[in-house]
Each structure stands twice: as C-alpha cells, then as structure tokens.
C-alpha cells in the first residue's frame, strides 16, 4: 500500500493532544509511520511537504515534523503535469496547495491520501469523481484496514 501523508497529518503528532481526537489521530499517524518503517506500507512524499513544512512559524515544530519526512521512501518533484494537474483540482474547488499534494501524490502512485483537514476532507468527498485517489483521515483509514 502507497500512502500519501500531509502536514496536517505530520503536525498531528505534535498539537494539543488533552482533545480526544486530536491525540487519536495522532495515534493513528504515529502507527501508521510504524507500518512505514516496518515495511508494511510505503510512504510517497513530495517537494511540496517541504516547502509548506517551511512555512512554519515554530521553529522547534518545522524540525520535528522536517525530521518525519525522512521516512519517506519517493519524493514526488513538482513539474509541469503537476502543476497542470493541480489546476483542474482547483477547477473543481481545491485550495491550491491541496490540490498540488493530490496531483504529486497521483503522480508518484499513491492509493491513499491521508489528511486530518475537515475542508479537504469535505472537498474530496464531494468531487470524488474527479480524483484518481482515495483521501481519508489517517484514524479511518486506519481502523478500516485493522478492522477496528
């Protein structure tokens, strides 16, 4: 399995884990890194982590979620077809950043894209049919597989 995780996916970890679903998505993310590194599942990354992890203001944050990264096995370069492909999902109502993840998360053979954004989450579900990708929240996708 091909697993696309966003920053709000990488940030999970490190919010204020006292509200119950924070921490269980959280949870969900770091079991889901384990699955990464015990070679359960394979993380597609792209340019694109990098440069919204940038836009950070914590630095002691942007670190540690810089530091995840690395556990991604591909990185997705954005070029053009991306950027072409990001235009449509904009088309259809995505933020333009979302859209860039989905198009590189596409383009480097994801089957899932995992996000903890309620927007994104709502978008996608309502235009599912111009996606090549399936997007879910981590906590979901998760007790879907383990039959939770």
Not at 58 to 84: F, I, N, Y
């Amino acid at each position: 399995m091909n697993l696309y995780l966003d920053v709000c996916c990488l940030n999970r970890p490190f919010d204020d884990q006292t509200q119950p679903r924070i921490r269980l998505e959280a949870e969900a993310v770091l079991m889901i890194l384990q699955q990464v590194a015990a070679g359960q599942a394979r993380w597609i990354g792209s340019e694109v982590l990098g440069l919204e992890i940038e836009q950070t203001p914590d630095p002691d944050r942007k670190e540690r979620v810089r530091l995840l990264t690395s556990g991604a096995q591909c990185s997705v370069v954005v070029g053009e077809t991306h950027v072409q492909r990001a235009e449509q999902l904009v088309g259809v109502g995505f933020h333009p950043l979302d859209a860039l993840h989905i198009a590189c998360a596409e383009a480097g053979g994801s089957d899932m894209f995992l996000t903890t954004d309620d927007r994104l989450l709502r978008v996608a579900r309502r235009c599912v049919s111009h996606l090549h990708i399936r997007v879910e929240n981590p906590l979901t996708w998760l007790q879907e597989t383990m039959g939770i």
